[in-house]
């Protein structure tokens, strides 16, 4: 069985995170020194997904431009200028042995028409997806062999999200009878990370305004056709400006439990 391309959403414009996107796309807004977008594929990579889509959009250049140099940027290196075809790079550690294709999917276009987009490219019968923004610690391989043994079209990771506010419980007048600081919530929510089958194309189009979570997802769940990997452990989108830091801060703390390569 072909091992599944990972495919990841990564040219939208990361409006949220104008602090740091204004500049450069969402997936390479650093964490630990690294795009995000880095570690996204680590930990793919960790489990053995190595084959890499990425839907290129909003100032996708950029993207292109950071695996290009990655090597020499991070390793010293020799060079001729009078002859490059001898340029030496004297690596410091194991270079990451992935195959990455870069796919124009246009400025503007949603999450399903850029899934859609790269339809050539895969060629086996299961392939993953996930956006250029959220890490996980989730074990990659078990959701692929859920997905499996589920038999269902798509599957996706639900996780507790944590709440934003400070949540109370009411007493009785105008008392409060319980505060608590930005709970972990009971309810799931979509946690962004997928594996599909190939019929998922057939539901989707290339029109720039097709969205995966809208018709496509819902669908699927109507027709008993969407399972859910349920992940009760660490889990983190990186947002807003807010977000980015305090990820960072885990990074610089050592708190890294999305870091499953080390």
């Not at 391309?5 to 204004?22: D, P, S, Y």
């Not at 695996?67 to 020499?72: D, G, I, S």
């Not at 074990?139 to 038999?151: A, N, Q, S």
Request: net charge neutral; aromatic share 12%; proline share 3%.
């Amino acid at each position: 069985m072909e091992k599944p391309k990972v495919v990841i959403l990564c040219g939208g414009e990361g409006t949220r995170l104008r602090e740091e996107t204004e500049y450069r796309p969402k997936p390479m807004v650093t964490v630990g020194g690294l795009p995000i977008l880095w570690h996204i594929m680590k930990t793919y990579a960790h489990y053995g997904f190595d084959e890499f889509v990425l839907c290129l959009g909003y100032k996708g250049d950029a993207i292109k431009q950071f695996f290009l140099t990655h090597e020499l940027m991070h390793n010293d290196f020799t060079i001729k200028l009078g002859d490059r075809s001898h340029d030496t790079v004297h690596k410091g550690s194991k270079a990451e042995d992935w195959t990455i294709t870069f796919a124009e999917t246009g400025l503007k276009s949603m999450t399903g028409s850029r899934i859609k987009r790269i339809e050539k490219y895969i060629g086996g019968d299961d392939f993953f997806v996930t956006y250029g923004d959220g890490l996980s610690s989730q074990d990659i391989k078990k959701e692929l062999e859920f997905h499996r043994k589920t038999g269902t079209t798509g599957t996706l990771t639900a996780i507790h999200p944590q709440s934003r506010f400070g949540m109370i419980k009411p007493g009785k007048g105008d008392l409060v009878e319980t505060f608590v600081e930005k709970p972990v919530l009971y309810d799931y929510v979509n946690g962004g990370y997928y594996v599909f089958n190939k019929d998922v194309f057939d539901m989707l189009s290339t029109d720039e305004k097709c969205v995966l979570e809208t018709g496509p997802l819902a669908s699927l769940a109507q027709k008993k056709q969407l399972a859910m990997f349920r992940h009760e452990k660490f889990w983190y989108a990186m947002d807003t400006y807010k977000d980015y830091l305090e990820l960072n801060k885990m990074w610089d703390e050592g708190k890294r439990p999305w870091v499953c390569w080390e």
